[in-house]
């Protein structure tokens, strides 16, 4: 008896297998490549080398235009060189 309830376990455990595997495959591809097509999404958001506008528009070339404008992101990123904060002179100093 033991011998049947062992073997009735492993035939039902192959059927799920086999029923379930394209189940899982079928949600699992559409799913990496969601994460794929949103990782440079996600990557430019969270980057320091834009901000405001050019960001959002960065953003909307991967939308449109995917891969091709984030290596372009990579390659020329900011458009504008950024300035630091003007210098203060002190006039009032005598050395």
């Known amino acids: 008896m033991k011998f049947l309830t062992a073997l009735l376990v492993l035939v039902l455990c192959v059927l799920a297998f086999v029923v379930f595997l394209p189940i899982a495959l079928a949600l699992a591809i559409p799913l990496g ?55 203060r002179y002190d006039y009032y100093r005598y050395d």
């Open 33 to 87: 490549w969601l994460i794929v097509w949103l990782l440079p999404i996600v990557i430019i958001l969270f980057s320091d080398r834009t901000s405001g506008g050019e960001k959002l528009a960065w953003i909307l070339l991967i939308v449109f235009f995917s891969w091709f404008a984030w290596i372009f992101y990579f390659l020329l990123a900011p458009l504008r060189p950024r300035f630091s904060s003007p210098r």
